[in-house]
């Protein structure tokens, strides 16, 4: 898959440089706090945030601990831009990597990372990505390695598959509706994964977010 197939953030409405202003609507400093929790970041991990985004995942769990070594992955160049300067103007020395969360093991090696972390990437692909990168995941991982997604899950209320239809109208009902489906712990389990859980939902203006984890096995 090129590097020109991806969905920039904010999907189709194409406006990066707005991301960080749109998603703080979602509840983000909960559930990326709820995300550095399940990480649970030690002095000696490597941690690969796939779909990095602007980095603000990638900053808080430096700061959380600083003896890490994070690695922020994502294929737009403008969003490692802006990703770049927020996190050095917070003193954060991440390490960044331009390419697609199914190219983990060319991009970084097989078996080199302790856990792999994705936040509100999956909901935007193809159903065909959403295997690739969670498989790509799977194989970045060591054994035993952690698995956290944070992403719009199963919609269970008419309320929240409401506040949905804005991330639909962004992203395409397509590449959605899966995810709204439910069907992101099933993929995991296809991938490889072990002990897949939905630890969170967090019900926000845009939809339910649920953080799932689970182990390389």
């Not at 020109?4 to 202003?21: E, K, N, V, W």
């Not at 097989?110 to 990168?133: E, N």
Request: proline share 6%; with cysteine.
């Amino acid at each position: 898959m090129s590097q020109r197939t991806f969905t920039p953030a904010l999907g189709r409405l194409g406006l990066t440089r707005l991301y960080d202003s749109v998603v703080a609507l979602t509840r983000e400093r909960l559930w990326r706090s709820l995300v550095a929790m399940h990480v649970a970041p030690r002095p000696d991990d490597t941690i690969v945030d796939v779909g990095c985004g602007t980095g603000s995942q990638v900053a808080l769990l430096h700061r959380l601990e600083p003896r890490a070594r994070i690695i922020g992955v994502d294929p737009d160049p403008e969003t490692l831009a802006l990703a770049r300067r927020k996190t050095g103007a917070d003193g954060v020395a991440p390490q960044w990597r331009l390419g697609m969360g199914d190219a983990l093991v060319e991009l970084l090696g097989p078996g080199s990372a302790d856990t792999a972390v994705s936040s509100l990437v999956l909901h935007q692909c193809p159903l065909p990505m959403k295997r690739s990168i969670l498989t790509s995941m799977h194989a970045v991982l060591r054994p035993s390695g952690k698995l956290v997604v944070a992403d719009y899950g199963l919609q269970r209320t008419t309320l929240m598959r409401l506040a949905f239809r804005t991330v639909q109208l962004a992203d395409g009902l397509q590449d959605t509706q899966p995810n709204a489906d439910g069907v992101l712990p099933r993929l995991m389990s296809e991938a490889g994964f072990r002990g897949v859980r939905e630890a969170e939902v967090i019900p926000t203006l845009t939809g339910s977010i649920s953080i799932y984890v689970a182990s390389r096995g």
